[in-house]
């Protein structure tokens, strides 16, 4: 299958890159799109059809395809990624929060969203014994 985005489109949306980077970038556009594609089959949608249809929803893609992929980039490799981390001098404390508990790659609800992906619930929970679609008597 081929990725939404190019290294080339992550070097230009992101920044410039180094050569391991670009490496280990190539394989994860490939990977990011596959996951993408897969979140489209669970809402039964073929996120490559709806992306040759529409040329503005591929733009789309390849941006959300680019931030998901320079998240990851920027997930340190060898330690555990902090997003915050408090220290103490008097009584020797120290404290961090982790980007993503156990690593991994993830993509967020609203990147699914941007995307058309987000699985939305209708219904209705009929607690006074009403039926709201044939004339609201009650039962």
Same mark, same amino acid.
């Given at each position: &299958?081929?990725? %939404?985005?190019?290294?080339?489109?992550?070097?230009?949306?992101?920044? =410039? &890159?180094?050569?391991?980077?670009?490496?280990?970038?190539?394989?994860?556009?490939?990977?990011?799109?596959?996951?993408?594609?897969?979140?489209?089959? #669970?809402?039964? #949608?073929?996120?490559?059809? +709806?992306? $040759?249809?529409?040329?503005?929803?591929?733009?789309?893609?390849? *941006?959300?395809?680019?931030?998901?992929?320079?998240?990851?980039?920027?997930?340190?490799?060898?330690?555990?990624? +902090?997003?915050? %981390?408090?220290? *103490?001098? !008097?009584?020797?404390?120290?404290? !961090?929060?982790?980007?993503?508990?156990? !690593?991994? /790659?993830?993509? #967020? =609800?609203?990147?699914?969203?941007?995307?058309? /992906?987000?699985? $939305? =619930?209708?219904?209705?929970?009929?607690? %006074?014994?009403?039926?709201?679609?044939?004339?609201?008597?009650?039962?």
């Amino acid at each position: &299958m081929n990725a %939404y985005a190019s290294v080339n489109d992550l070097s230009v949306l992101w920044r =410039k &890159m180094t050569a391991p980077e670009q490496q280990r970038a190539a394989e994860l556009l490939d990977l990011v799109s596959s996951c993408l594609r897969v979140e489209a089959r #669970k809402v039964g #949608k073929d996120l490559d059809a +709806m992306l $040759q249809a529409d040329a503005d929803l591929a733009a789309v893609a390849r *941006s959300v395809v680019c931030d998901v992929t320079a998240r990851m980039l920027m997930t340190s490799t060898d330690s555990e990624p +902090m997003t915050q %981390y408090s220290e *103490s001098a !008097g009584g020797y404390s120290a404290a !961090g929060t982790f980007l993503v508990p156990g !690593g991994g /790659l993830f993509i #967020k =609800k609203s990147e699914l969203a941007r995307l058309g /992906l987000r699985r $939305q =619930k209708v219904g209705v929970i009929d607690f %006074y014994g009403m039926d709201p679609g044939h004339g609201s008597h009650s039962v």
